[in-house]
């Protein structure tokens, strides 16, 4: 391995004096070298999941509802609907393919949305933009805004205009 990086070591020094075709030969030279070294993965994670064509589907239609209707209320039951799933059996497959609940999700894009509405429209009050993002009680939504972004919406609005 040591005697491989060597090689590209000197291969990439040689790089600013060489021609064109010069170049591309090293190149060649630097990705044979780096294929036929012995290599460790920088990470251990395998992302072995394999989707269908009707799960991807499934996926966009949440993700358009959702961005669709963030401003409204989405209850679990109204987005397991449009996944043609339980509640239960939704949760899993959303949690399943996303890392993260579909209630932080939604609640993630409501505050971005806030966030844009907060840089964007100096005349709306917080609570005004807290109701046009889909929050339904001020202090969830400063709290939520707090948790997420590690500011209030007052402080992110000064610091941004």
């Known amino acids: 391995m040591e005697t491989n990086k060597k090689v590209i070591i000197k291969a990439f020094k040689q790089l600013k004096e060489a021609s064109k075709l010069n170049r591309f030969i090293l190149f060649l030279e630097i990705l044979k070298t780096v294929t036929i070294s012995n290599s460790e993965p920088l990470s251990t994670f395998v992302y072995n999941k394999k989707y269908s064509d009707l799960e991807g589907k499934r996926m966009r239609n949440v993700f358009d509802y959702t961005i669709e209707n963030a401003r409204q209320k989405i209850s679990l039951d109204d987005i397991s609907k449009v996944a043609n799933m339980t509640k239960n059996a939704f949760c899993k497959y959303f949690k399943k393919r996303t890392n993260k609940?579909?209630?932080?999700?939604?609640?993630?894009?409501?505050?971005?949305?806030?966030?844009?509405l907060l840089n964007t429209n100096t005349d709306l009050s917080i609570n005004e933009i807290a109701f046009k993002s889909g929050f339904n009680?001020?202090?969830?939504?400063?709290?939520?805004?707090?948790?997420?972004?590690?500011?209030?919406?007052?402080?992110?609005?000064k610091t941004n205009l």
């Open 137 to 157: 009680n001020i202090s969830n939504f400063n709290r939520q805004f707090k948790m997420k972004k590690g500011i209030s919406p007052n402080v992110f609005r």
């Open 101 to 116: 609940t579909y209630i932080s999700f939604l609640t993630e894009l409501r505050i971005e949305n806030a966030c844009k």
